[in-house]
């Protein structure tokens, strides 16, 4: 799969995603059970976070666009500016969330954990990049990204419990970790390979490079 097409398809999960967070929002009669709990007790931070959460999934998304970095660097550190900002709200409010869930122990460590990692590889890639570290920006706003999405293997990983006939509060402490630990796992080893590939190209340059220059001893 390519990468425009891999993006292609992010890109849209991202938006189906949010759109449906704004759904729940604005329309109270379709939230589920669970839902409904948050927006009864916890009003205003379930609105932050899941405003918050609809800003950075789509916005993060077009932060990986070659074109967008490439043609317009202005609105791409505009773009950057939003993602943190949606991050730092929704990732506070997700963390008050968690900290209250009714899920339990589990649920409210597994959905807590994720809330501080959101929070602090974003911060990381901010600072990387504020510093002119261009390439560690890279890599961590990779991490962050993957951790935002969580909002879409959450519904993914949700359909699929259904499915197979789990109760929603017996899946939901696997949930809160299976939906960004495997997505942290898979940016890892995305990161490397990447370095892999920039290390061996580097080299390959390098050999490219003394050979032309061997040849051009030799001719002489």
Same mark, same amino acid.
């Given at each position: 799969m390519s990468k425009k097409i891999s993006w292609i398809l992010m890109t849209l999960s991202a938006? /189906? $995603?949010? /759109?449906? *967070?704004? =759904?729940?929002?604005?329309?109270?009669s379709i939230r589920p059970p669970f839902i409904k709990n948050l927006f009864t007790h916890f009003p205003a931070v379930t609105s932050i976070h899941f405003i918050g959460g609809a800003i950075a999934i789509v916005v993060g998304a077009f932060q990986f666009s070659a074109?967008? %970095? *490439?043609?317009?660097?202005?609105?791409? %550190?505009?773009?950057? %500016?939003?993602?943190?900002? #949606?991050?730092?709200?929704?990732?506070? #409010?997700?963390?008050?969330? !968690?900290?209250?869930?009714?899920?339990?122990?589990? $649920?409210?460590?597994?959905? =807590? /954990?994720? #809330?501080?990692?959101?929070? *602090?590889?974003?911060f990381k890639a901010y600072r990387k990049i504020r510093n002119g570290d261009v390439?560690?920006?890279? &890599?961590?706003?990779?991490? &962050?990204? !993957?951790?935002? /999405?969580?909002? $879409?293997?959450?519904?993914?990983?949700?359909g699929i419990s259904v499915v197979l006939g789990f109760k929603f509060f017996d899946a939901y402490p696997i949930l809160a970790w299976i939906c960004w630990v495997p997505n942290l796992l898979i940016a890892e080893f995305f990161i490397k390979q990447k370095a892999k590939k920039s290390k061996a190209s580097g080299k390959s340059s390098r050999l490219d490079c003394f050979k032309k220059a061997e040849g051009q001893v030799v001719n002489h």
């Open positions: 938006i /189906l $995603v949010a /759109l449906y *967070a704004l =759904g729940l929002l604005a329309a109270p074109s967008i %970095r *490439a043609k317009h660097l202005a609105l791409h %550190r505009l773009l950057g %500016r939003f993602y943190v900002g #949606a991050i730092i709200f929704g990732g506070v #409010a997700g963390f008050v969330l !968690a900290i209250n869930s009714v899920g339990g122990f589990y $649920v409210q460590t597994g959905f =807590g /954990l994720m #809330a501080i990692f959101w929070l *602090a590889t974003t390439k560690s920006h890279e &890599s961590w706003m990779i991490r &962050s990204y !993957a951790v935002t /999405l969580a909002g $879409v293997t959450l519904r993914f990983y949700l």
